[in-house]
């Protein structure tokens, strides 16, 4: 099973922060936070993942709690691309990825 | 870029026949995976490879099995297709590295091949 839960969906106005929230309470010390997403009728696509602190890329933000129970995925300035089924997935890094059901975004014009 | 290519987008086959959907990467990794999606029930694990020659089951590995007989490349077959098989098929690879754009352990994914048994 998945350890991780997620909201089923979730609406944005393009333009606007969308901020994608992932419980994970029962994260292990070793075990990674990772973030893809699914494109209708594509493969999934890696965004981001942490362990402990913050991280950005040029696609997304991570904020970890400090307790890291929980994270947030924040795409700054979403546009209709990024209409997609969001998966946070906890993993040691080395290990299979067990996809959960993911939170379906999307985009308003 | 690291590309993973599955050798046919749609494919239709007959109930019992036996079918082989490959899937190959350019980027020398490790570890290879293949996994079905079906509406409902999100993305399942089938089969992983962490080395040539090298296999384990995932969490649906009844009716299929796998080949890895070359690092590139892992092939995934139904022994005798059956209807409760039509699903789209998705293929995976990743590497311990910490590669731009997908970070380490990080995986990529084919475009998937949908198979219709009919």
């Known amino acids: 099973d998945a350890k991780t839960t997620q909201p089923p969906s979730m609406d944005c106005a393009e333009g606007r922060a969308a901020n994608l929230p992932c419980n994970h309470s029962?994260?292990?010390?070793?075990?990674?936070v990772y973030w893809y997403r699914q494109i209708h009728s594509q493969g999934p696509q890696y965004i981001i993942h942490?362990?402990?602190n913050n991280e950005t890329n040029e696609m997304a933000s991570l904020i970890i709690t400090e307790d890291r129970k929980s994270s947030t995925l924040i795409l700054p300035h979403a546009t209709l691309r990024d209409t997609a089924v969001y998966y946070c997935i906890v993993r040691v890094r080395d290990d299979k990825i067990i996809f959960g059901k993911g939170t379906r975004l999307h985009i308003l014009p | 870029d690291v590309k993973v290519t599955q050798s046919s987008r749609y494919l239709v086959k007959r109930t019992g026949e036996k079918v082989f959907l490959e899937c190959v990467q350019d980027?020398?990794?490790?570890?290879m995976f293949w996994y079905r999606q079906d509406p409902g029930l999100g993305l399942r694990l089938i089969y992983f490879s962490y080395d040539v020659k090298m296999k384990e089951k995932g969490d649906i590995p009844e009716g299929y099995s796998v080949s890895r007989e070359k690092k590139e490349r892992f092939s995934l077959i139904l022994e005798s297709a059956s209807t409760n098989q039509t699903s789209m098929y998705l293929c995976?690879?990743?590497?311990?590295?910490?590669?731009?754009?997908?970070?380490?352990?990080?995986?990529?994914f084919g475009s998937g091949t949908r198979l219709t048994v009919v």
């Open positions: 980027m020398d990794h490790e570890n």
């Open positions: 029962t994260i292990s010390g070793n075990e990674y």
């Open positions: 942490g362990l402990k």
């Open positions: 995976a690879s990743s590497s311990p590295l910490n590669l731009p754009g997908q970070g380490s352990y990080g995986y990529t």
